[in-house]
């Protein structure tokens, strides 16, 4: 049975940082594209940042670009969004997500995450 567990989201004011962790079981972790995807209340999934089975490619959406950094460590099964620069704009639920290939779309996304809470305030 396969899971994906996120930690580290919460409240922090603007400016601030805060570290996602998702820790994944079940999968053999070093075969899958993992990446980030948020959703604000009323809004779409979106992407946010993705990593490469080994780690040497990375992607981000435009909105995060500079400000975010997707890493993984294969032997601990687990991948991080390191978030500095937070902006009210960046609250949402935060997922994480696995596919064999990586993809811009939510829908190429085998696997989930049960999702976790971040709140900037301003």
């Known amino acids: 049975q396969v899971q994906l567990v996120e930690s580290g989201g919460g409240l922090v004011q603007a400016g601030g940082s805060l570290r996602l962790s998702c820790a994944a079981s079940?999968?053999?972790?070093?075969?899958?594209?993992m990446a980030w995807f948020r959703q604000a209340p009323g809004k779409e999934r979106e992407f946010v940042a993705g990593?490469?089975?080994?780690?040497?490619?990375?992607y981000y959406a435009d909105s995060v670009k500079g400000r975010f950094t997707i890493s993984r460590d294969n032997a601990k099964n687990t991948v991080y969004l390191q978030m500095n620069s937070l902006k009210p704009e960046d609250t949402a639920v935060y997922y994480c997500?696995?596919?064999?290939?990586?993809?811009?779309?939510?829908?190429?996304?085998?696997?989930w995450g049960q999702g976790i809470q971040v709140t900037v305030s301003s």
């Open positions: 990593i490469s089975r080994s780690g040497g490619n990375t």
């Open positions: 997500a696995a596919a064999v290939g990586f993809s811009w779309s939510s829908t190429g996304y085998d696997y």
């Open positions: 079940g999968l053999t972790f070093s075969r899958y594209t």
